[in-house]
């Protein structure tokens, strides 16, 4: 049985700060809500989630073609999707003190006073829609609003035929695309988990009718076998189906992948079979048909969507709970990320024992730096400290020259998570990378 999760949200938070992961955006002018800035350390991170993503969509089944789609779209295209009839939130406001509240989370009972300022006084209930709309050009006159997307899907959709016929595709076939999305939630809350300026990787796989819950239920195990690979802790993800009444209005069955967060079974990602809804929906609002010929049976079909979605932001903050533990190591308590090193932002930290090693030590780092380019060298403190920094970034492996190393060639590697050493010798450093994941992974 894995052992409970020492992280809390305020443990990451720190960590994420004090290490630069993530900052708070427009921090010096007060923050903004439910935005953040990503350092250098969450920069690579996010690179190596995206890799990894686009990595594990790669099948057998058919081809995986690209898309980069535009943040803004049309207001006719939002029509024709749904989202301006049927995305929102039912929110209130506290009159006293101006605190906006959403109605549906259990974060507030409308029985009772407002949690920020103890007073009852509450207005009625409302729908508040959660696309960011904006006016294109310079005249505020209404004819040209536009939406930031809330979802990447749309744009694939609307460039079904375009994606189809310029890729000469067959079906089945997915487009897949990761990309920034927008939502003003009412209450963004757990740090990274809701935000409202956020990333998502998303797949749009096109089947036919017949093939379509065979084709879910592979997408299904494909996305099981991508939360392995990514080394988290499986007992803590669940797969939750979900009932009739829990359906968003395009889905045919849905299944959500869940992660056992410290504040409990949260959505991760969702993978839902969307029917021909989107296609449909795109093909009478904009009067292009958006249906396929079938040359074999000289019959048109508009085809099925089987769609599966994570949040680059949400799977990032999940990592670093999977990754986070507080150990003993050399009798000292250490923080560290027990990231898989395909995951690691920083692969691999060099050292010289002491300064005066400092030369031929930085030799050695620009060197594996050409092959391996996220790398630290440290020169600072003991080198307990030193592998305390590491870890506590989740560096898999620290390497350490020493004075024998000047004779020998061999210099000393040690593993982040055992605090095992190896003395190996320098021309076999890559191979030892190799070897443990660090490289080609
Ligand atoms: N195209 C389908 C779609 O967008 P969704 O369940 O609304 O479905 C998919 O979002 C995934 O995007 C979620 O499982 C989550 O990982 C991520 N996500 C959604 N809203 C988010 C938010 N406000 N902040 C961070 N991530 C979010």
Request: with cysteine; charged share 25%; proline share 3%.
């Amino acid at each position: 049985m894995q052992k409970p999760t020492q992280a809390t949200l305020d443990k990451i938070i720190s960590l994420c700060k004090r290490k630069g992961f993530v900052f708070q955006t427009a921090e010096i002018y007060g923050g903004l809500n439910g935005v953040y800035d990503f350092g250098h350390l969450g920069f690579l991170l996010r690179e190596n989630i995206k890799r990894a993503w686009r990595n594990s969509i790669e099948n057998d089944l058919g081809e995986i073609y690209t898309l980069e789609g535009s943040l803004l779209g049309t207001q006719r295209m939002w029509e024709a999707s749904g989202h301006i009839d049927n995305f929102h939130d039912p929110m209130v406001d506290c009159k006293n003190c101006k605190k906006r509240f959403r109605t549906d989370d259990g974060s507030i009972d409308l029985n009772k006073n407002c949690p920020d300022c103890g007073i009852k006084n509450w207005t009625e209930v409302r729908n508040f829609n959660l696309m960011f709309k904006t006016e294109l050009g310079a005249v505020a006159d209404g004819t040209a609003h536009a939406y930031l997307r809330p979802e990447t899907a749309q744009t694939i959709f609307i460039n079904f035929k375009n994606m189809m016929t310029t890729n000469r595709a067959k079906m089945p076939f997915g487009v897949a695309q990761i990309g920034k999305s927008f939502r003003n939630e009412i209450t963004p809350k757990q740090f990274l988990f809701r935000l409202r300026e956020f990333e998502q990787m998303e797949l749009e796989w096109f089947c036919s009718q017949e093939s379509a819950m065979e084709n879910f239920e592979f997408w299904l195990a494909k996305r099981r076998e991508f939360y392995r690979s990514l080394g988290l802790n499986m007992d803590r993800i669940r797969f939750h189906a979900h009932g009739k009444e829990e359906l968003a209005h395009y889905s045919v069955c849905c299944t959500d992948i869940e992660y056992e967060f410290p504040f409990g079974f949260k959505e991760l990602e969702g993978i839902a079979h969307r029917g021909t809804f989107d296609l449909t929906q795109h093909s009478k609002f904009s009067g292009k048909d958006l249906a396929v010929f079938d040359e074999a049976t000289k019959t048109s079909h508009t085809p099925v969507v089987v769609e599966t979605s994570v949040g680059v932001d949400r799977l990032f903050l999940t990592l670093l709970f999977d990754a986070y533990y507080e150990d003993e190591m050399d009798g000292e308590t250490r923080v560290v990320l027990k990231f898989a090193p395909h995951i690691a932002p920083i692969k691999l930290a060099i050292f010289p024992l002491t300064k005066k090693l400092e030369e031929p030590a930085l030799a050695l780092f620009k060197t594996i730096k050409k092959t391996v380019p996220n790398i630290q060298f440290d020169v600072t403190g003991s080198i307990g400290k030193r592998y305390r920094r590491q870890d506590e970034i989740g560096t898999p492996f620290c390497i350490t020259y020493d004075f024998d190393t000047e004779h020998d060639n061999c210099v000393t590697i040690r593993d982040r998570d055992s605090g095992k050493q190896d003395r190996i010798a320098i021309t076999d450093i890559m191979s030892y990378l190799t070897e443990h994941g660090v490289i080609n992974s």
